[in-house]
Protein backbone atom coordinates (compact mmCIF):
# COMPACT_ATOMS: atom_id res chain seq x y z
CA UNK A 1 0.00 0.00 0.00
CA UNK A 2 1.50 3.27 -0.87
CA UNK A 3 -0.32 5.77 1.33
CA UNK A 4 -3.17 5.55 3.67
CA UNK A 5 -5.85 7.07 1.17
CA UNK A 6 -4.90 4.36 -2.06
CA UNK A 7 -6.22 0.75 -3.35
CA UNK A 8 -4.04 -1.82 -2.07
CA UNK A 9 -3.07 -3.30 -5.40
CA UNK A 10 -0.24 -5.00 -6.46
CA UNK A 11 1.75 -5.06 -9.92
CA UNK A 12 0.67 -8.37 -10.48
CA UNK A 13 -2.84 -7.57 -9.95
CA UNK A 14 -2.60 -4.96 -12.69
CA UNK A 15 -0.76 -6.88 -15.54
CA UNK A 16 -3.49 -9.49 -14.29
CA UNK A 17 -6.01 -6.72 -15.22
CA UNK A 18 -4.18 -5.58 -18.26
CA UNK A 19 -4.30 -8.65 -19.64
CA UNK A 20 -8.40 -8.94 -19.37
CA UNK A 21 -8.90 -5.55 -20.57
CA UNK A 22 -6.40 -5.61 -23.62
CA UNK A 23 -5.47 -2.30 -22.08
CA UNK A 24 -2.30 -0.62 -20.56
CA UNK A 25 -2.25 -0.22 -17.31
CA UNK A 26 -0.84 2.16 -15.29
CA UNK A 27 1.94 1.71 -12.21
CA UNK A 28 0.33 1.54 -9.09
CA UNK A 29 2.01 4.78 -7.39
CA UNK A 30 1.50 6.70 -9.91
CA UNK A 31 1.61 10.47 -8.94
CA UNK A 32 -1.59 12.52 -10.30
CA UNK A 33 -2.75 15.31 -9.79
CA UNK A 34 -5.92 16.78 -10.01
CA UNK A 35 -6.87 20.16 -10.84
CA UNK A 36 -9.71 22.53 -12.04
CA UNK A 37 -11.63 25.97 -12.52
CA UNK A 38 -13.56 26.39 -9.91
CA UNK A 39 -17.13 25.98 -11.44
CA UNK A 40 -19.59 22.43 -11.28
CA UNK A 41 -19.17 21.84 -14.82
CA UNK A 42 -15.27 21.63 -14.60
CA UNK A 43 -14.93 20.03 -11.45
CA UNK A 44 -17.83 17.52 -11.14
CA UNK A 45 -16.99 15.11 -14.81
CA UNK A 46 -13.25 14.85 -13.37
CA UNK A 47 -14.84 12.78 -10.15
CA UNK A 48 -15.01 9.60 -11.87
CA UNK A 49 -11.96 9.64 -13.24
CA UNK A 50 -9.97 10.17 -10.36
CA UNK A 51 -12.03 7.15 -8.35
CA UNK A 52 -11.17 5.23 -11.11
CA UNK A 53 -7.55 5.82 -11.27
CA UNK A 54 -7.09 5.61 -7.29
CA UNK A 55 -8.50 2.41 -8.16
CA UNK A 56 -5.52 1.50 -10.51
CA UNK A 57 -3.65 1.90 -7.43
CA UNK A 58 -2.32 5.54 -8.52
CA UNK A 59 -1.35 8.25 -5.76
CA UNK A 60 -4.13 10.88 -6.52
CA UNK A 61 -4.49 14.30 -5.22
CA UNK A 62 -6.31 17.15 -5.89
CA UNK A 63 -6.19 21.00 -5.76
CA UNK A 64 -9.10 22.88 -6.08
CA UNK A 65 -11.02 25.21 -4.55
CA UNK A 66 -12.16 25.07 -0.49
CA UNK A 67 -15.64 25.32 -2.08
CA UNK A 68 -15.40 21.15 -3.26
CA UNK A 69 -13.00 20.38 -0.12
CA UNK A 70 -15.67 18.08 1.42
CA UNK A 71 -16.42 16.53 -1.97
CA UNK A 72 -12.84 15.93 -2.34
CA UNK A 73 -12.33 13.98 0.79
CA UNK A 74 -15.47 12.24 0.43
CA UNK A 75 -13.77 10.66 -2.66
CA UNK A 76 -10.60 10.08 0.02
CA UNK A 77 -8.53 11.99 -1.98
CA UNK A 78 -6.24 14.51 -0.44
CA UNK A 79 -7.04 18.36 -1.27
CA UNK A 80 -4.69 20.87 -1.75
CA UNK A 81 -6.28 24.46 -1.36
CA UNK A 82 -5.74 27.41 -3.66
CA UNK A 83 -3.32 29.83 -1.55
CA UNK A 84 -2.44 32.47 -3.98
CA UNK A 85 -5.13 31.32 -6.71
CA UNK A 86 -8.41 33.54 -6.06
CA UNK A 87 -10.96 31.30 -4.76
CA UNK A 88 -14.18 32.16 -6.72
CA UNK A 89 -17.15 29.46 -6.73
CA UNK A 90 -18.49 29.33 -10.52
CA UNK A 91 -22.03 30.15 -8.63
CA UNK A 92 -20.56 32.88 -6.97
CA UNK A 93 -19.27 34.68 -9.94
CA UNK A 94 -21.56 37.42 -9.75
CA UNK A 95 -20.79 38.34 -5.96
CA UNK A 96 -16.89 37.99 -6.84
CA UNK A 97 -17.06 40.08 -9.90
CA UNK A 98 -20.06 41.94 -9.78
CA UNK A 99 -19.01 44.23 -12.64
CA UNK A 100 -19.44 41.74 -15.06
CA UNK A 101 -23.25 41.91 -14.83
CA UNK A 102 -22.48 45.30 -16.41
CA UNK A 103 -22.41 43.41 -19.97
CA UNK A 104 -25.11 42.72 -21.57
CA UNK A 105 -23.79 41.96 -24.93
CA UNK A 106 -22.79 37.93 -25.13
CA UNK A 107 -19.00 38.94 -26.18
CA UNK A 108 -18.37 41.97 -23.52
CA UNK A 109 -19.78 39.30 -21.40
CA UNK A 110 -17.51 36.27 -22.75
CA UNK A 111 -14.48 39.17 -22.76
CA UNK A 112 -14.27 39.98 -19.62
CA UNK A 113 -15.06 36.36 -18.04
CA UNK A 114 -11.72 34.98 -20.09
CA UNK A 115 -9.71 37.69 -18.70
CA UNK A 116 -10.73 37.91 -15.00
CA UNK A 117 -11.99 34.29 -14.13
CA UNK A 118 -9.59 32.41 -16.55
CA UNK A 119 -6.81 33.92 -17.86
CA UNK A 120 -5.52 36.10 -14.97
CA UNK A 121 -5.61 33.29 -12.60
CA UNK A 122 -3.05 31.33 -14.38
CA UNK A 123 0.29 32.52 -13.19
CA UNK A 124 -1.38 31.91 -9.56
CA UNK A 125 -2.23 28.55 -10.60
CA UNK A 126 1.15 27.77 -11.42
CA UNK A 127 2.57 29.41 -8.46
CA UNK A 128 0.36 27.04 -6.48
CA UNK A 129 0.95 24.01 -8.35
CA UNK A 130 4.78 24.50 -8.36
CA UNK A 131 4.87 24.77 -3.97
CA UNK A 132 2.59 21.27 -4.30
CA UNK A 133 5.15 19.93 -6.60
CA UNK A 134 8.23 19.97 -4.31
CA UNK A 135 6.20 18.07 -1.96
CA UNK A 136 4.58 15.52 -3.80
CA UNK A 137 6.45 15.39 -6.98
CA UNK A 138 3.58 14.63 -9.26
CA UNK A 139 4.62 12.41 -12.52
CA UNK A 140 1.36 13.69 -14.67
CA UNK A 141 -1.55 16.61 -14.20
CA UNK A 142 -4.70 16.10 -14.81
CA UNK A 143 -7.07 19.39 -15.64
CA UNK A 144 -10.03 20.67 -17.07
CA UNK A 145 -9.12 22.34 -20.36
CA UNK A 146 -10.39 25.28 -19.36
CA UNK A 147 -7.46 25.46 -16.23
CA UNK A 148 -4.81 28.23 -17.78
CA UNK A 149 -2.22 26.95 -15.50
CA UNK A 150 -1.90 24.03 -18.30
CA UNK A 151 0.48 25.97 -20.46
CA UNK A 152 3.07 27.13 -17.59
CA UNK A 153 3.24 23.76 -16.49
CA UNK A 154 4.00 21.82 -19.28
CA UNK A 155 6.48 24.32 -19.98
CA UNK A 156 8.02 25.24 -17.32
CA UNK A 157 7.80 22.28 -14.86
CA UNK A 158 8.33 20.25 -17.53
CA UNK A 159 5.34 18.03 -16.43
CA UNK A 160 2.71 15.93 -19.02
CA UNK A 161 -0.40 17.73 -18.31
CA UNK A 162 -4.04 16.00 -19.69
CA UNK A 163 -6.53 18.45 -20.52
CA UNK A 164 -10.29 16.94 -20.04
CA UNK A 165 -12.59 18.17 -22.85
CA UNK A 166 -15.39 19.19 -20.22
CA UNK A 167 -16.62 21.42 -23.21
CA UNK A 168 -17.53 20.93 -26.87
CA UNK A 169 -14.04 20.76 -28.56
CA UNK A 170 -12.83 24.59 -28.77
CA UNK A 171 -9.91 24.27 -31.44
CA UNK A 172 -9.80 26.69 -34.13
CA UNK A 173 -10.11 24.91 -37.87
CA UNK A 174 -9.95 26.28 -41.18
CA UNK A 175 -13.73 24.90 -41.82
CA UNK A 176 -15.26 26.11 -38.63
CA UNK A 177 -16.78 29.05 -37.93
CA UNK A 178 -14.58 30.50 -34.99
CA UNK A 179 -15.52 29.19 -31.58
CA UNK A 180 -17.01 31.25 -29.02
CA UNK A 181 -20.06 32.82 -30.81
CA UNK A 182 -22.31 29.67 -30.93
CA UNK A 183 -22.25 29.16 -34.93
CA UNK A 184 -22.47 25.81 -36.54
CA UNK A 185 -20.44 25.31 -39.95
CA UNK A 186 -21.67 26.32 -43.29
CA UNK A 187 -21.97 23.71 -46.25
CA UNK A 188 -21.97 26.77 -48.85
CA UNK A 189 -19.14 28.90 -50.66
CA UNK A 190 -20.50 32.01 -49.51
CA UNK A 191 -20.74 30.40 -46.09
CA UNK A 192 -17.74 29.36 -45.83
CA UNK A 193 -15.70 32.34 -47.15
CA UNK A 194 -17.84 34.78 -44.13
CA UNK A 195 -16.69 32.23 -41.68
CA UNK A 196 -12.83 32.95 -43.11
CA UNK A 197 -13.78 36.91 -42.47
CA UNK A 198 -14.76 35.95 -38.83
CA UNK A 199 -12.46 33.84 -37.60
CA UNK A 200 -10.30 36.91 -38.60
CA UNK A 201 -12.54 39.30 -36.94
CA UNK A 202 -12.59 37.33 -33.61
CA UNK A 203 -9.18 36.95 -33.18
CA UNK A 204 -7.92 40.74 -34.12
CA UNK A 205 -11.13 42.40 -32.67
CA UNK A 206 -13.88 40.20 -30.76
CA UNK A 207 -11.17 38.90 -28.60
CA UNK A 208 -8.10 40.51 -29.42
CA UNK A 209 -7.60 41.73 -25.28
CA UNK A 210 -7.83 38.13 -24.03
CA UNK A 211 -5.66 36.79 -26.76
CA UNK A 212 -3.08 39.15 -26.42
CA UNK A 213 -3.10 39.17 -22.72
CA UNK A 214 -2.67 35.23 -22.47
CA UNK A 215 0.35 35.74 -25.03
CA UNK A 216 1.90 38.26 -22.69
CA UNK A 217 1.07 36.20 -19.69
CA UNK A 218 3.19 33.39 -21.31
CA UNK A 219 5.88 35.17 -22.52
CA UNK A 220 6.84 36.49 -19.66
CA UNK A 221 7.11 33.16 -18.72
CA UNK A 222 9.34 32.24 -21.29
CA UNK A 223 5.94 29.98 -23.03
CA UNK A 224 6.06 30.95 -26.96
CA UNK A 225 2.05 30.90 -27.98
CA UNK A 226 2.98 32.08 -31.16
CA UNK A 227 -0.08 34.08 -32.54
CA UNK A 228 -2.67 31.51 -31.34
CA UNK A 229 -5.74 32.78 -29.40
CA UNK A 230 -7.21 31.82 -26.12
CA UNK A 231 -9.10 28.76 -27.30
CA UNK A 232 -6.09 27.24 -28.66
CA UNK A 233 -3.18 27.87 -26.78
CA UNK A 234 -4.28 25.61 -23.82
CA UNK A 235 -5.20 22.49 -26.20
CA UNK A 236 -1.99 22.97 -27.82
CA UNK A 237 0.50 23.07 -25.08
CA UNK A 238 -1.33 20.16 -22.99
CA UNK A 239 0.56 16.84 -23.61
CA UNK A 240 -3.05 15.29 -24.28
CA UNK A 241 -6.20 16.64 -24.69
CA UNK A 242 -9.30 13.83 -23.92
CA UNK A 243 -12.49 15.40 -25.36
CA UNK A 244 -15.32 14.21 -23.30
CA UNK A 245 -18.35 13.24 -25.90
CA UNK A 246 -17.37 11.33 -29.20
CA UNK A 247 -17.41 12.10 -32.82
CA UNK A 248 -21.09 12.06 -33.84
CA UNK A 249 -21.50 14.95 -31.50
CA UNK A 250 -18.28 17.28 -32.44
CA UNK A 251 -17.98 19.07 -36.24
CA UNK A 252 -16.00 17.06 -38.78
CA UNK A 253 -12.72 18.76 -39.37
CA UNK A 254 -9.78 17.56 -41.33
CA UNK A 255 -6.97 19.91 -39.43
CA UNK A 256 -8.01 18.58 -35.75
CA UNK A 257 -4.80 18.36 -33.60
CA UNK A 258 -3.55 15.05 -33.29
CA UNK A 259 -2.99 15.32 -30.12
CA UNK A 260 -7.05 15.37 -29.65
CA UNK A 261 -8.45 11.71 -28.41
CA UNK A 262 -12.70 11.25 -27.73
CA UNK A 263 -12.99 9.39 -24.63
CA UNK A 264 -17.33 9.13 -24.72
CA UNK A 265 -19.04 11.06 -22.21
CA UNK A 266 -17.00 11.58 -19.08
CA UNK A 267 -20.04 11.89 -16.14
CA UNK A 268 -19.86 12.51 -13.02
CA UNK A 269 -18.71 9.92 -10.31
CA UNK A 270 -22.18 7.74 -8.86
CA UNK A 271 -21.85 6.44 -5.72
CA UNK A 272 -22.26 3.18 -5.56
CA UNK A 273 -24.35 2.65 -2.19
CA UNK A 274 -26.55 5.28 -2.19
CA UNK A 275 -29.98 6.08 -0.66
CA UNK A 276 -33.11 4.46 -1.82
CA UNK A 277 -33.37 5.74 -5.65
CA UNK A 278 -35.92 8.95 -6.14
CA UNK A 279 -39.82 8.07 -7.72
CA UNK A 280 -42.96 8.93 -8.05
CA UNK A 281 -46.08 8.26 -7.67
CA UNK A 282 -47.27 10.73 -10.15
CA UNK A 283 -44.96 8.91 -13.10
CA UNK A 284 -47.63 6.29 -13.20
CA UNK A 285 -50.28 9.14 -13.52
CA UNK A 286 -49.03 10.84 -16.83
CA UNK A 287 -48.42 9.28 -20.55
CA UNK A 288 -45.26 12.25 -20.86
CA UNK A 289 -42.86 13.88 -18.73
CA UNK A 290 -41.18 16.71 -19.30
CA UNK A 291 -38.01 17.30 -17.53
CA UNK A 292 -36.78 21.00 -16.99
CA UNK A 293 -33.89 22.27 -14.94
CA UNK A 294 -31.21 25.28 -14.79
CA UNK A 295 -28.72 23.70 -13.49
CA UNK A 296 -26.73 24.98 -10.33
CA UNK A 297 -25.34 28.17 -11.41
CA UNK A 298 -27.79 29.56 -12.82
CA UNK A 299 -30.11 31.36 -9.93
CA UNK A 300 -32.62 33.40 -12.00
CA UNK A 301 -35.59 30.71 -11.92
CA UNK A 302 -37.49 33.24 -14.32
CA UNK A 303 -35.69 32.32 -17.52
CA UNK A 304 -36.16 28.75 -17.69
CA UNK A 305 -37.89 27.15 -15.57
CA UNK A 306 -40.61 29.83 -14.73
CA UNK A 307 -41.93 29.67 -18.58
CA UNK A 308 -41.46 26.09 -18.25
CA UNK A 309 -44.07 25.76 -15.38
CA UNK A 310 -46.47 28.57 -17.13
CA UNK A 311 -46.35 26.52 -20.61
CA UNK A 312 -47.68 23.21 -19.06
CA UNK A 313 -49.41 24.17 -15.62
CA UNK A 314 -52.63 22.11 -15.53
CA UNK A 315 -51.68 20.27 -18.76
CA UNK A 316 -51.62 16.43 -20.11
CA UNK A 317 -48.07 16.79 -19.22
CA UNK A 318 -46.02 15.64 -15.96
CA UNK A 319 -43.43 18.42 -15.71
CA UNK A 320 -40.37 18.20 -12.78
CA UNK A 321 -38.74 20.87 -12.45
CA UNK A 322 -35.31 20.49 -10.49
CA UNK A 323 -33.97 23.97 -9.24
CA UNK A 324 -30.53 23.15 -7.85
CA UNK A 325 -31.85 25.02 -4.36
CA UNK A 326 -33.23 28.55 -6.18
CA UNK A 327 -36.38 29.49 -5.15
CA UNK A 328 -37.42 25.93 -4.86
CA UNK A 329 -40.37 26.54 -1.95
CA UNK A 330 -41.33 29.71 -3.75
CA UNK A 331 -41.98 28.32 -6.71
CA UNK A 332 -43.84 25.36 -4.80
CA UNK A 333 -46.44 27.51 -3.69
CA UNK A 334 -46.85 29.63 -7.16
CA UNK A 335 -46.93 26.36 -8.96
CA UNK A 336 -49.64 24.10 -6.98
CA UNK A 337 -50.72 22.16 -9.69
CA UNK A 338 -51.55 18.24 -10.00
CA UNK A 339 -48.91 17.61 -13.21
CA UNK A 340 -46.32 19.90 -11.29
CA UNK A 341 -43.10 18.36 -9.24
CA UNK A 342 -40.70 20.94 -7.87
CA UNK A 343 -37.46 19.76 -6.06
CA UNK A 344 -34.11 20.98 -5.12
CA UNK A 345 -32.66 18.42 -6.49
CA UNK A 346 -33.39 14.94 -7.98
CA UNK A 347 -30.61 12.42 -9.46
CA UNK A 348 -30.94 12.69 -13.26
CA UNK A 349 -29.83 8.76 -13.38
CA UNK A 350 -33.60 7.86 -11.47
CA UNK A 351 -35.92 10.77 -13.65
CA UNK A 352 -34.43 10.61 -16.80
CA UNK A 353 -35.68 6.90 -17.98
CA UNK A 354 -39.10 8.35 -17.29
CA UNK A 355 -38.75 11.50 -19.21
CA UNK A 356 -39.47 12.11 -22.73
CA UNK A 357 -38.08 15.72 -23.44
CA UNK A 358 -35.51 17.41 -21.74
CA UNK A 359 -35.56 21.35 -21.18
CA UNK A 360 -32.21 22.73 -20.16
CA UNK A 361 -30.25 25.95 -20.60
CA UNK A 362 -27.28 23.68 -21.77
CA UNK A 363 -24.60 22.68 -19.28
CA UNK A 364 -22.39 20.42 -20.88
CA UNK A 365 -22.36 17.06 -18.28
CA UNK A 366 -26.58 17.31 -18.35
CA UNK A 367 -26.43 17.52 -22.29
CA UNK A 368 -24.34 14.38 -22.42
CA UNK A 369 -26.16 13.00 -19.73
CA UNK A 370 -29.85 13.79 -21.41
CA UNK A 371 -28.07 11.88 -24.61
CA UNK A 372 -26.85 8.93 -23.01
CA UNK A 373 -30.15 8.72 -21.81
CA UNK A 374 -31.46 9.04 -25.25
CA UNK A 375 -33.73 12.26 -24.76
CA UNK A 376 -34.68 14.39 -27.26
CA UNK A 377 -33.62 18.17 -26.14
CA UNK A 378 -35.30 21.52 -25.57
CA UNK A 379 -32.28 24.22 -25.11
CA UNK A 380 -32.28 27.45 -24.10
CA UNK A 381 -28.94 29.13 -22.67
CA UNK A 382 -25.92 31.70 -24.58
CA UNK A 383 -23.74 32.71 -21.61
CA UNK A 384 -20.60 30.26 -20.41
CA UNK A 385 -20.36 29.30 -23.28
CA UNK A 386 -23.46 27.12 -23.60
CA UNK A 387 -24.26 28.91 -26.86
CA UNK A 388 -22.01 26.57 -28.44
CA UNK A 389 -23.18 23.26 -26.76
CA UNK A 390 -26.62 24.08 -27.67
CA UNK A 391 -25.43 24.96 -31.41
CA UNK A 392 -24.57 21.58 -31.39
CA UNK A 393 -28.08 20.04 -29.81
CA UNK A 394 -29.68 21.92 -32.57
CA UNK A 395 -26.88 21.32 -35.76
CA UNK A 396 -27.07 17.50 -35.08
CA UNK A 397 -30.90 18.02 -34.62
CA UNK A 398 -31.02 16.18 -31.60
CA UNK A 399 -33.55 19.06 -30.63
CA UNK A 400 -34.54 22.54 -30.79
CA UNK A 401 -31.97 25.39 -29.58
CA UNK A 402 -34.31 28.40 -28.67
CA UNK A 403 -30.98 30.60 -28.83
CA UNK A 404 -32.02 32.99 -26.08
CA UNK A 405 -31.65 33.18 -22.38
CA UNK A 406 -34.89 34.02 -21.92
CA UNK A 407 -37.83 31.78 -24.01
CA UNK A 408 -41.66 32.94 -23.41
CA UNK A 409 -43.84 30.14 -22.33
CA UNK A 410 -45.40 30.05 -25.81
CA UNK A 411 -41.84 28.70 -27.82
CA UNK A 412 -40.98 26.51 -25.25
CA UNK A 413 -44.41 24.55 -25.50
CA UNK A 414 -44.44 24.93 -29.12
CA UNK A 415 -40.73 23.36 -29.24
CA UNK A 416 -41.96 20.67 -26.64
CA UNK A 417 -44.96 19.32 -28.91
CA UNK A 418 -42.20 19.72 -31.71
CA UNK A 419 -39.79 17.49 -30.62
CA UNK A 420 -42.40 15.16 -29.20
CA UNK A 421 -44.36 14.67 -32.70
CA UNK A 422 -41.10 14.34 -35.40
CA UNK A 423 -39.86 11.55 -34.97
CA UNK A 424 -36.29 12.58 -36.39
CA UNK A 425 -35.30 14.02 -32.60
CA UNK A 426 -35.73 10.66 -31.23
CA UNK A 427 -33.93 8.85 -33.85
CA UNK A 428 -30.81 11.30 -33.65
CA UNK A 429 -30.27 11.12 -29.88
CA UNK A 430 -30.78 7.07 -29.68
CA UNK A 431 -28.46 6.83 -32.45
CA UNK A 432 -25.84 9.27 -30.74
CA UNK A 433 -27.01 7.27 -27.40
CA UNK A 434 -26.01 4.13 -29.06
CA UNK A 435 -22.33 5.73 -29.88
CA UNK A 436 -21.34 6.82 -26.55
CA UNK A 437 -22.58 3.44 -24.86
CA UNK A 438 -19.69 1.95 -27.24
CA UNK A 439 -17.05 4.16 -25.30
CA UNK A 440 -15.56 3.25 -21.70
CA UNK A 441 -14.50 6.66 -20.27
CA UNK A 442 -12.73 5.67 -17.24
CA UNK A 443 -10.67 3.44 -18.79
CA UNK A 444 -10.02 5.12 -21.91
CA UNK A 445 -8.14 7.69 -20.25
CA UNK A 446 -6.76 5.60 -18.22
CA UNK A 447 -4.84 3.44 -21.32
CA UNK A 448 -3.69 7.13 -23.03
CA UNK A 449 -2.68 7.98 -19.74
CA UNK A 450 -0.14 4.72 -19.44
CA UNK A 451 0.82 4.85 -22.88
CA UNK A 452 2.00 8.63 -22.31
CA UNK A 453 3.78 7.77 -19.54
CA UNK A 454 5.19 4.73 -21.07
CA UNK A 455 5.74 5.06 -24.63
CA UNK A 456 6.67 1.23 -25.46
CA UNK A 457 3.41 0.53 -24.92
CA UNK A 458 2.09 3.11 -26.77
CA UNK A 459 0.88 0.86 -30.14
CA UNK A 460 -2.03 -0.79 -28.94
CA UNK A 461 -5.64 -1.20 -29.56
CA UNK A 462 -8.24 0.45 -27.62
CA UNK A 463 -11.32 -1.56 -26.83
CA UNK A 464 -14.72 -0.05 -26.59
CA UNK A 465 -17.07 -1.45 -23.38
CA UNK A 466 -18.04 -4.49 -25.69
CA UNK A 467 -14.16 -5.51 -25.44
CA UNK A 468 -14.28 -4.98 -29.84
CA UNK A 469 -11.36 -3.26 -31.60
CA UNK A 470 -12.32 0.60 -31.40
CA UNK A 471 -10.05 2.56 -32.89
CA UNK A 472 -5.82 2.69 -32.11
CA UNK A 473 -3.03 4.67 -29.87
CA UNK A 474 -0.76 5.99 -31.15
Not at 63 to 88: G, N, R, T
Not at 107 to 128: A, G, K, P, Q, V
Not at 238 to 259: C, H, I, W
Amino acid sequence: MYSDHLKTITMEQAYQKAALTGLPILKPGTKILFANVPADGHFNPLTSLAVHLQDQGCDVRWYSSAWYAEKIKKLQVPWYPFKKALDAPGDKIDEVFPERLKYKNQIRRLNYDMIHYFILRSTEYYDDICEIHRSFPFDVVIADVCFSGIPLIKEKLGVPVIAIGIIPLSQSSKELPPPGLGMTPSKTFRGRCKQDLLRFLTDRVLFRKPNQLMREILGKHGVNAGKSNVFDIIIQKATLVLQSGTPGFEYTRKDMNDNIRFIGPLLPYRHKKRQQRWTHEKLEQYKKVILVTQGTVEKNTEKIIVPTLEAFKGSEYLVIATTGGSNTKALQARYPQHNIIIEDFIPFTDIMPYADVYITNGGYGGILLGIEHKLPLVVAGVHEGKNEINARVGYFELGINLHTESPTPTRIRSSVEKVMQDDKYRRNVEKLGNEFSRYNPQELCAAYIASMLQPATSNIIILNRNRKPAFAIN
